[in-house]
Each structure stands twice: as structure tokens, then as C-alpha cells.
């Protein structure tokens, strides 16, 4: 499946990309030869450890290099008064009767922990496109959905506190 990003996912990655080629991966190839230093790798621990970061980071690169290959650029389409992109919304679910506050982002960003819902979860599909007031229907699956209201929307103020999601 190609990721859906926006351009400042694509900005992100590569700054990523930079400081694990610039900064990380000196430090991991100096980490590795120190504990090397230390004599046999039959019984070294701390060699085997500088080994296994080393390897991370080359195929953490190696995952968003490719990520970067096949990824689609997109932007939002909606209207200010529509749900749409980077715009945080404020839902009232009725069957727990609570208001609920979401930040709509990118499937790479998604996080419903820290209430950032992807545009391809089923709650992120629903609501696209809608605007305050309209009660919205969310199938989660073929036998349970449920129903939200939209109470506000309102545009990000900055993509900074993001970051990508660590794989």
C-alpha cells in the first residue's frame, strides 16, 4: 500500500533521513568500533548491543528512503468550515456522552493515543468533508458503528508537535 503524505511528512522524513546519515550513524560507527577495542567478541556485550543499534538505524533509513520512493504527495481539498487535513475537531459521541477532540493527519502520524486520528481509520473517513453540526455515522465494522456530532472544527495551528510514527 503507497503512504499517503503531505509535504510536510515529506519534509520531516528527510530531516529525519539527514540526521540518522549525518549524526546517528557516525555515532553508531563509533560506538561499534570502541566496544570492538575491548577484545573478545565472543563474550562482549557491548558489542553485540553497538551492532544491533547500527543495524536499526541503517534499516530505519532504509524504511523511510523507501517510504520517500513510493509515497503519494497529497494536500487537503476541504473548505475552512469542512473537516479536512490537519484540522482538529471536536466530536460529541452520544453513546458515551463525551466530548472528544481529534487532530486529522496522515496515516504516518496517526496516534489515537495522543488523539491524532488518520484519514484512513474508519472515524478519520467518516468525518472528512463534514462540517460543524452534522451527526456523522462511523462503521467500525459490519456489525458495530456508532454516532458523533461535529461541534467545531478549527485549523492546526503549526505541524511541529507531530512527529512521524516510529516503526
Known sequence: MREQLTEGDVKK??????YRKLVV???????VKEARSHGDLSENFEYYAAKKDKNANESRIRYLERMLKTASVISDRSADDEVGLDKTVEVYCEDDD????????????????NGLISIESPLGKALLGHKVGDRVYIKVNEQFGYHVEIRSISAAASEDEDEIRKF
Open 13 to 18: 522524513i528527510e530531516e529525519e533521513i539527514e
Open 98 to 113: 463525551e466530548l472528544e477532540t481529534y487532530k486529522i493527519v496522515t496515516s504516518v502520524r496517526g496516534n489515537s493515543m
Open 25 to 31: 550513524r557516525k555515532d553508531a560507527i563509533e560506538a
